[in-house]
């Protein structure tokens, strides 16, 4: 019902910047939460932001700072800019949104993830 697509994923240096977007599309009503979520290799899936319909940010503490999240509530995107990256940014980075597909029906939705690589 809701597709998220996602693009920006690399390998880039430390230091250096990537920006990852994410489209939402679908039978969409509207978006409550969107945001970037990551697992590194032996780790759980962890929050790097997270934005409300209203504008309510929320960032992990190691990426303040460095990471702005932006939406468009008209057009489903997000963006994700990526500054002063570091090794231990290295992970697969998933798109999340909750949406309404109906004024009842709110669910969690999922993107296929893109490798996000930073070399020391």
């Known amino acids: 019902q809701v597709q998220l697509v996602e693009s920006g994923g690399g390998l880039v240096q430390a230091g250096e910047s990537l920006r990852l977007s994410c489209t939402a599309s679908?039978?969409?009503?509207?978006?409550?939460?969107m945001g970037w979520y990551r697992q590194a290799p032996g780790k759980q899936r962890e929050l790097v932001a997270t934005k409300t319909r209203g504008g309510n940010t929320q960032y992990t503490d190691s990426v303040k700072g460095r990471f702005t999240f932006s939406r468009d509530n008209i057009m489903n995107t997000g963006t994700l800019q990526m500054n002063s990256l570091k090794p231990e940014d290295t992970a697969v980075y998933y798109c999340?949104?909750?949406?309404?597909?109906?004024?009842?029906?709110?669910?969690?939705?999922w993107g296929q993830g893109t490798q996000v690589t930073v070399s020391s």
């Open positions: 679908g039978n969409i009503l509207s978006i409550k939460t």
């Open positions: 999340h949104v909750e949406a309404y597909t109906s004024s009842l029906d709110l669910n969690d939705y």
